[in-house]
């Protein structure tokens, strides 16, 4: 079966850290690109991080460059998310993502067309 | 950075009605447009790519168009499972933006 399954996720105090992984199976891990993708408490959807499927880029959304560091071990077919001076804005859903692929030419694209079950962090003191 | 904005924020429609959301970027985007579906307490779904492209499994009730700076995502005949909020997304221009999203509900 195809799927992504976060774990890491749980309650953390203001400033403190959390790392994030997520375990894929049923396709070529190796072969493509991943994304963390977060969701606060009733609002919408953010993208947080992309990772290269052999991790040589890396791009983050602005509100999160220099705190968090996106990661993957192909070896072990895991993606992950370090996170590091968390504040109560970084509270969300985090959601792991595969991002699509064009067979036809070989290119990737950013849009996710698998996502895990997500994993809650809650920032608070 | 390319902001989306989706409109309306929510609808609410009888089963069987034509259901039209549309999406603005701030800038031009091509066809590097994706809609998700999510329904309540679940996970976001792939509902359409390139602007118009189903994926494999989505019902052919569901249809997108546009191109450029305004996309479309129809319903063509509303049924009670399609409850949610619908999410476009760029995927031309880092950062990757979402739109606000539309929750659609059944009258």
């Known amino acids: 079966e195809v799927q992504l399954v976060e774990s890491g996720g749980g309650l953390v105090q203001p400033g403190g850290s959390l790392r994030l992984s997520c375990a894929a199976s049923?396709?070529?891990?190796?072969?493509?690109?991943m994304s963390w993708v977060r969701q606060a408490p009733g609002k919408g959807l953010e993208w947080v991080a992309n990772i290269r499927h052999d991790g040589s880029e890396k791009y983050y959304v602005d509100s999160v460059k220099g705190r968090f560091t996106i990661s993957r071990d192909n070896a072990k077919n895991s993606l992950y998310l370090q996170m590091n001076s968390l504040t109560a804005e970084d509270t969300a859903v985090y959601y792991c993502?595969?991002?699509?692929?064009?067979?036809?030419?070989?290119?990737?694209?950013?849009?996710?067309?698998?996502w895990g079950r997500g994993t809650l962090v809650t920032v608070s003191s | 950075d390319s902001q989306m904005t989706q409109s309306p924020s929510s609808l609410s429609a009888s089963v069987g009605d034509r259901v039209t959301i549309t999406c603005r970027a701030s800038q031009d985007i091509s066809d590097f447009l994706a809609w998700y579906q999510q329904k309540p307490g679940k996970v976001p779904k792939l509902l359409i790519y390139a602007a118009s492209t189903l994926p494999s499994g989505v019902p052919s009730r569901f249809s997108g168009s546009g191109s450029g700076t305004d996309f479309t995502l129809t319903i063509s005949s509303l049924q009670p499972e399609d409850v949610a909020t619908y999410y476009c997304q760029n995927y031309d221009y880092a950062p990757w933006t979402f739109g606000q999203g539309t929750k659609v509900e059944i009258k």
């Open positions: 993502g595969k991002l699509g692929y064009d067979f036809l030419t070989g290119h990737s694209h950013w849009y996710f067309d698998l």
């Open positions: 049923g396709f070529t891990f190796r072969s493509y690109w």
